[in-house]
């Protein structure tokens, strides 16, 4: 062989693996946390970051229990500024699920907390506790109830949190709250329904209310499950202008897989674009996660892209391939970025995921493509 042959026989070879070196770095980065968070009281079995929300630079933390943790971000670092407690010192308001915010409000769902005033009797039906910043300080602004408490009730199973609007979501219901700018007053306004003839379909269908809740202007997104067939479903619900009334718009189902133990998981919605996860979705339970968008505020919504995700860790074996992965227990959107977390908080009968991996998907311009970026 000649030297000019080995040479470009060399140079070739080279090219190669260097394609191949790249297209693995591109195909798999690594991401590593840039800050690790702790709560200053912290104590063992506390589950602190149990459930979270991001603004801007201000990131909210509930553990298992109160309180409820707040940070802010200076600089490069984020610093606890606050920790939020009900105005009773001595209330047991259970455990958090979840926590939203919004500019200066924050909302803390506790499903079993206290509701009755009357201290012969105990109910638990449920509460929300509204916070708001003042100056550099937050305050209890309002605990909200379920219209008709009831014990068992589970209210505050989800919160939702845009401006002076909150949704809570429980199971087969969800409640909106309205907050009036010039008294700071909150108050219970509807709660969301689905119309008789679509909740009962027809040919023994019935599509009922999930728990997950999520608000974008003047538009309400609540995830829900569909019986025949069985699918995951967007249910979503537009503010009348002219009444301020909620209305029920559209259902949207995503197919579940017909012998599928669950339906929706997470849910966001961003404008126009909304992201719903179901988790035991796919082969093996592993879940899925789905794009829809409307052109405007006045059109339907469509299905634009199916979320699965690469690289998944599960245990080895036939047990690896049965126990649910949860890929869409929880999703968040930001733009062109969705982030998709796969939970086994969904149990099946072989048990459950308990590592917990968070998928981030980037849309791709001028299409409706969504591409992995990282698994974290």
């Known amino acids: 062989m000649s030297t000019v042959h080995l040479r470009l026989l ?9 394609l191949l070196v790249v297209v693995a770095v591109q195909a798999k980065p690594v991401w590593y946390p840039e800050t690790t968070l702790y709560a200053s009281d912290g104590q063992r079995l506390d589950a602190f ?8 630079d201000t990131l909210v933390v ?39 915010i919004s500019g200066d409000t924050i909302a803390v769902a506790a499903p079993i907390a206290e509701t009755s005033i009357d201290p012969r009797y105990t109910n638990r039906a449920g509460a929300v506790y509204i916070f708001t910043r003042q100056g550099a300080t937050w305050k209890q602004e309002a605990k909200l109830f379920p219209p008709q408490p009831k014990a068992g009730f589970y209210f505050g199973y989800s919160v939702a949190l845009d401006h002076n609007t909150l949704v809570v979501g429980q199971q087969r219901e969800a409640y909106v709250f309205e907050r009036d700018p010039a008294t700071a007053t909150w108050s219970y ?49 537009e503010r009348q202008s002219q009444t301020s009334t909620w209305t029920y718009q559209q259902e949207l189902p995503f197919p579940l897989p017909p012998k599928a133990f669950g339906g929706t998981g997470g849910v966001a919605l961003r404008g126009n674009t909304l992201l719903v996860g179901a988790p035991l979705n796919g082969p093996f339970f592993i879940g899925s996660a789905y794009i829809a968008k409307r052109p405007t505020a006045s059109t339907e919504w469509r299905q634009t892209a199916k979320l699965a995700p690469r690289y998944i860790h599960r245990p080895g074996g036939l047990l690896g391939l049965l126990i649910d992965y949860g890929f869409g227990n929880r999703v968040a959107l930001k733009g062109e970025y969705a982030v998709v977390a796969a939970v086994g908080e969904q149990s099946n009968f072989m048990g459950r995921n308990d590592e917990g991996e968070a998928f981030l998907f980037r849309h791709q311009p001028n299409s409706e493509y969504w591409s992995q970026l990282a698994k974290l």
């Open 62 to 100: 509930a553990s298992r229990i109160a309180p409820t943790y707040v940070f802010e971000r200076s600089g490069s670092t984020w610093v606890e500024r606050a920790k939020l407690m009900p105005d009773d010192p001595q209330e047991d308001i259970g455990f958090i699920r979840s926590v939203a």
């Open 10 to 18: 060399i140079a070739v070879a080279v090219s190669v693996i260097t």
């Open 189 to 237: 306004t509807t709660n969301l329904v689905i119309p008789q003839n679509l909740e009962r379909g027809t040919g023994g269908s019935f599509t009922t209310l999930g728990t997950p809740v999520a608000i974008s202007g003047k538009t309400i997104l609540v995830g829900g499950t569909s019986s025949l067939p069985k699918s995951a479903v967007a249910i979503l619900f």
């Open 49 to 56: 970051g149990t459930a979270v929300a991001i603004e801007q």
